[in-house]
């Protein structure tokens, strides 16, 4: 038979302060890093920013087939993304 007793463990006061901030930073920076991978679609902007490009640039790599733009409907005047894993390939392969 099992003793399903309660255990009690004694953590000095300083200790247990010290563990919960860090498991606050530990959430925080979590926290950060999952929203930045959740931003996987970027703006002409935000493209242009990240390569320090001029937007006539980037259009230029979108007529040339450099980047290729991602529309999120279908329509004629619909706004246009880049995928940030494109890139990141383009400038790990010195295309950019």
């Not at 006061?13 to 890093?33: A, F, P, R, V, Y």
Request: hydrophobic letters at 35%; aromatic letters at 4%.
């Amino acid at each position: 038979m099992e003793n399903s007793g309660i255990a009690v463990i004694t953590i000095p006061l300083q200790e247990w302060n010290d563990t919960k901030n860090m498991l606050k930073n530990i959430n925080e920076k979590m926290s950060k890093l999952a929203g930045q991978e959740e931003k996987e679609l970027l703006t002409p902007n935000e493209v242009c920013k990240m390569l320090k490009i001029s937007r006539s640039t980037f259009q230029r790599h979108v007529i040339h087939g450099i980047l290729e733009p991602v529309k999120v409907n279908q329509k004629k005047y619909s706004k246009i993304y880049v995928r940030r894993s494109e890139i990141e390939n383009l400038m790990n392969e010195g295309k950019v």
